[in-house]
């Protein structure tokens, strides 16, 4: 892999957390503090992944931290302009984005900045136990953290044919199987990844991909079950295990153009368990794509 900046940015937003648990806005700091315990062992630009039994050259390919969105807090809109600005800045300038938020709704202006910036279709993987395809609510509205899956479809080169939702499981509202029988969103559920192997995932996510030119991977730590991150918004038992995620992400982050993890809640945790996964997925992503 060429020389490419891995650039961290906090998206302290839970504006869009009108049903699930308001706290999310507080995670970029406790996931950055809780990264230190990782990036201590980053010695002479370099670091040993043990179970890989990998040493990794960060030289070419370093952690930089832009900071946070300039955050708007009476307006939607301008925080999501702001974001996706910043966005668009950090891949204009060759640099791959690692957003840190905020509840799930930050995932539409980094969605969209990638979209904007490539002429070519887009395709959106998504780890999650929700399907957040709510169109809009009197309770949330149309940018909530229920629905940047729906708005992500309604920008011009992204086909749900293209959408792949992993880990999604439990109870829905009944419209949702009329809309997925329509749509053809390719879907995973929990159930099923447990009944597969990491490659059998990894396979059927990247062959949704194959007629696209970028793709964004937003990472939803409730997809993991509440046993694992109890920091996060919601609860829905029956999610995945950490390592059944960190294996088929490591099969997908050199195929990314950009990526999320949102969520995470800081005042829900205990002894920041949920933020030392989210910590691992920040040095997993980066070290992976510095290895090939």
């Known amino acids: ?3 490419q900046v891995f650039g961290i940015v906090g998206f302290p937003w839970d504006g869009g957390a009108s049903l ?44 930089e931290d832009f900071g946070d969105i300039d955050i708007v807090a009476y307006s939607t809109e301008e925080t999501f302009k702001n974001a996706e600005n910043k966005i668009k800045d950090l891949l204009e300038d060759g640099i791959f984005p690692f957003i840190i938020g905020g509840d799930h709704s930050i995932s539409y202006p980094g969605i969209k900045a990638l979209h904007d910036t490539t002429d070519g279709n887009v395709a959106v993987i998504q780890f999650d136990a ?9 309770v949330q ?35 949702y199987h009329d809309y997925l029988k329509e749509t053809e969103i390719v879907q995973i559920t929990a159930a099923e990844v447990h009944q597969s192997t990491a490659g059998e995932v ?10 696209v030119e970028k793709i964004y991977l937003t990472f939803d730590i409730d997809v993991l079950d509440p ?32 990526m999320d993890i949102a969520e995470v809640n800081p005042l829900y945790d205990t002894h920041e368990i949920t933020t030392s996964i989210a910590a691992q997925i920040l040095f997993n992503c980066a070290t992976e794509r510095a290895s090939f």
């Open 141 to 175: 509205g149309k940018y909530s953290q229920s629905s940047q899956i729906r708005r992500a479809l309604e920008l011009e080169r992204i086909s749900p044919k293209n959408v792949i939702q992993i880990g999604v499981r439990n109870y829905n509202y009944p419209w």
């Open 227 to 258: 046993a694992f991150a109890p920091g996060a918004g919601a609860n829905e038992p029956g999610g995945l295990t950490p390592v059944q995620c960190f294996s088929i992400l490591d099969g997908l982050y050199k195929h990314i153009d950009a």
């Open 20 to 63: 699930g648990r308001p706290g999310a806005r507080y995670a970029p700091k406790a996931v950055r503090e809780t990264a230190k315990w990782l990036k201590n062992r980053i010695v002479n630009n370099k670091i040993y992944n043990v179970e890989k039994r990998k040493l990794i050259d960060l030289s070419d390919n370093p952690i």
């Open 202 to 211: 990894i396979k059927k996510t990247l062959d949704a991909c194959k007629d």
């Open 130 to 138: 929700h399907l957040d395809l709510v169109d809009d609510s009197p």
């Open 1 to 3: 892999m060429s020389k």
